[in-house]
């Protein structure tokens, strides 16, 4: 019994009962959860924001004292959580800006970005890394996204963005991963570059990180690829395909498949259909990213069994007991999580439901890149090292480009168009 209950007090099991606790309440009391405002211009705005403070400070200090932390690591909480939350609250405000929105920004590039520049300009103080803790917010927003992740979703999106997405995601995520074992990248470094480019971007990155136990600064340079190549991708590929006289559809899957933030997928259909008419692009687009999403939760569960598998010594061979301890327990929130919400809740309660909680994983992600950001150096994430990761990034994106739009152009240009 005593051993179960050390178990179960850990953090591994601690944030399914966190992820838990905000799923009831969301589901039970959707119109009372607090909410982060878009921006901070009435006396109502800064009361949410504060409601959104307190909550999750309240759910910090609880699980730490259940995890066993006591004293001054209680009291340091509230002043570190509050300078945390509050650069969170700036990045937020930053990519809200409509000039930064449509360049596709998302609030956690700006939150690595700040918490880059004050640990790489100033020294950040004792007091200030009590609640720095990266990998517990990450997992409990993951769990958090497992609500929104439908199974009425991915029947919606068709079986046509299905197939394609079936198809790219295996197909890049294995070169991917090959194309860094090539090159000598870590398995750390390739699986996460894998599945940034394969998967959905940020989202993928950060769960396969959470799944792999992986290093936050490597996730973090993963996550600033991904933004910064998503940038100058929304305006070139919308460009090629229209000098390519491709079909809309097909231009939105190709986008879809490719661009790996859901705002920059969205902004380059609209930008292909600006040279149709209508908004045929834009919607196969943000189709196709939506199946894209929904496997997210597969992949991450392959992921988790052979990294889990594996473990330190990839020649032991260990029992089932070995890889269920081994296996990260918030994976198995997200999937249940998932099923519940697809299954137990009329699809328009899921829906409002799932606004609720996808609030609550933005806010508690860009808290976590606030703190990977206080963690990382500069000279780190710029290092000699980093260029290989680089390099394997860009190829695995350019092999991407050209697989994507093959498949699209079969699935979506021939195979379609004969069924119809």
């Given at each position: 019994m005593k051993n179960l209950i050390k178990k179960l007090t850990t953090e591994d099991w601690i944030v399914v009962f966190a992820g838990a606790i905000i799923l009831v309440l969301a589901?039970?009391?959707?119109?009372?959860?607090?909410?982060?405002?878009?921006?901070?211009?009435?006396?109502?705005?800064?009361?949410s924001a504060g409601y959104m403070f307190l909550f999750v400070y309240v759910l910090t200090v609880l699980t730490s004292l259940i995890m066993g932390k006591k004293g001054k690591e209680i009291v340091w909480?509230?002043?570190?959580?509050?300078?945390?939350?509050?650069?969170?609250?700036?990045?937020?405000?930053?990519?809200?800006?409509p000039a930064i929105k449509k360049l596709g920004f998302e609030s956690v590039f700006f939150a690595v970005i700040i918490g880059l520049t004050i640990s790489n300009l100033f020294k950040v103080p004792g007091w200030l890394k009590a609640a720095v803790n990266s990998e517990f917010y990450i997992k409990i927003g993951i769990i958090c996204l497992g609500s929104t992740i439908l199974f009425g979703n991915v029947m919606k999106s068709g079986a046509f963005g299905l197939a394609q997405s079936v198809i790219v995601v295996f197909t890049v995520w294995y070169f991917a991963y090959w194309i860094g074992r090539k090159m000598k990248v870590d398995s750390e470094m390739g699986t996460m570059l894998a599945s940034a480019v394969s998967i959905c971007g940020v989202s993928a990155a950060i769960a396969t990180c959470g799944v792999i136990k992986?290093?936050?600064?490597?996730?973090?340079?993963?996550?600033?690829?991904?933004?910064?190549?998503?940038?100058?991708?929304?305006?070139?590929?919308?460009?090629?395909?229209?000098?390519?006289?491709?079909?809309?559809?097909?231009?939105?899957?190709?986008?879809?498949?490719?661009?790996?933030?859901?705002?920059?997928?969205?902004?380059?259909?609209?930008?292909?259909?600006?040279?149709?008419?209508?908004?045929?692009?834009?919607?196969?687009?943000?189709?196709?990213?939506?199946?894209?999403?929904?496997l997210l939760g597969v992949a991450a569960?392959?992921?988790?069994?052979?990294?889990?598998?594996?473990?330190?010594?990839?020649?032991?061979?260990?029992?089932?007991?070995?890889?269920?301890?081994?296996?990260?327990?918030?994976?198995?929130?997200?999937?249940?999580?998932?099923?519940?919400?697809s299954f137990c809740f009329e699809p328009a309660n899921a829906a409002a439901v799932g606004k609720v909680t996808k609030g609550f994983q933005n806010m508690l992600f860009s808290i976590a890149f606030v703190c990977i950001g206080l963690e990382t150096r500069f000279k780190e994430i710029f290092s000699k090292e980093n260029r290989v990761p680089l390099k394997v990034f860009l190829t695995a994106q350019l092999f991407n480009?050209?697989?994507?739009?093959?498949?699209?152009?079969?699935?979506?240009?021939?195979?379609?168009?004969?069924?119809?």
């Open positions: 589901s039970v009391f959707p119109d009372s959860m607090p909410r982060m405002p878009k921006g901070l211009a009435s006396t109502s705005d800064w009361i909480i509230f002043p570190s959580l509050f300078v945390i939350f509050s650069l969170t609250v700036c990045a937020q405000l930053l990519a809200n800006i992986g290093d936050s600064k490597k996730l973090s340079y993963v996550v600033s690829l991904v933004l910064i190549i998503a940038i100058p991708m929304m305006y070139l590929l919308p460009w090629l395909a229209n000098l390519m006289n491709l079909s809309p559809e097909v231009t939105g899957a190709w986008l879809g498949g490719t661009i790996d933030t859901t705002g920059a997928v969205a902004a380059a259909g609209t930008l292909a259909d600006n040279a149709h008419s209508g908004d045929i692009a834009a919607q196969t687009a943000v189709i196709v990213k939506s199946s894209q999403n929904v569960f392959i992921i988790s069994l052979m990294w889990s598998y594996q473990g330190k010594n990839q020649q032991e061979k260990p029992t089932l007991g070995v890889i269920w301890d081994r296996f990260p327990k918030f994976v198995v929130g997200f999937i249940v999580a998932s099923l519940v919400f480009i050209v697989v994507t739009l093959i498949v699209a152009y079969v699935i979506f240009g021939v195979i379609k168009p004969l069924t119809v």
